[in-house]
């Protein structure tokens, strides 16, 4: 099947090594890393690509590639704060890919919070495919106390 993320000249030239070569473990392996490592640079980083039982007599190999999708998107170790009040931040939606940099920029804008920390979790999800992100937080009761102590006194009052 054509996947656009790999029919470009980029990803032609670092799989070209491969091609027109030896069949071989190793360079199925090699070409399966590269292929992550690809995916990867590319800001995505929940792919998995594995070579599906086949006939390699011909010296042709097909990999699978499956690119996660979001599955569920959830909060947990709340206390003082709601699930919504977290995943509300959060812009990917069931279904969507998951691009690293804007997951992450996501949870800094969270983490501004001074009483909410949040990390992100990614699991395995229930379909084949989705992976579920989990906003691991950590809160505390969203209230600080100050006081404070004046001594100077004021011209006014003569104090």
């Known amino acids: 099947k054509n996947i656009a993320m790999l029919d470009n000249y980029e990803f032609r030239k670092i799989i070209q090594p491969y091609l027109g070569q030896p069949v071989t473990m190793r360079s199925i392996s090699l070409m399966v890393r590269d292929t992550i490592v690809y995916y990867q640079s590319k800001g995505r980083p929940v792919v998995d690509v594995f070579v599906p039982e086949q ?3 011909t010296g042709v190999v097909q990999l699978m ?3 996660a999708r979001v599955g569920q998107v959830r ?3 709340l206390k003082w704060f709601s699930e919504e009040s977290v995943i509300d931040n959060i812009r990917v939606q069931s279904g969507d ?3 690293a940099r804007e997951l992450l920029e996501d ?3 969270i983490n501004r919070n001074p009483f909410l920390f949040t990390r ?3 699991e395995p ?3 084949f495919g989705t992976t579920d992100i989990v906003a691991d937080s950590k809160d505390r009761f969203p209230m600080r106390f100050y006081a404070g102590y004046e ?3 004021s011209r006014t009052t003569g104090l």
Do not use: N, R, S
Request: charged share 30%; aromatic share 8%.
């Open 107 to 109: 949870i800094d804008y």
């Open 75 to 77: 909060a947990e170790g």
């Open 120 to 122: 992100p979790v990614l």
């Open 151 to 153: 001594d100077t006194g």
């Open 125 to 127: 999800g229930k379909e």
């Open 97 to 99: 890919v998951i691009y």
């Open 55 to 57: 006939e390699i007599t």
């Open 65 to 67: 590639v499956v690119e």
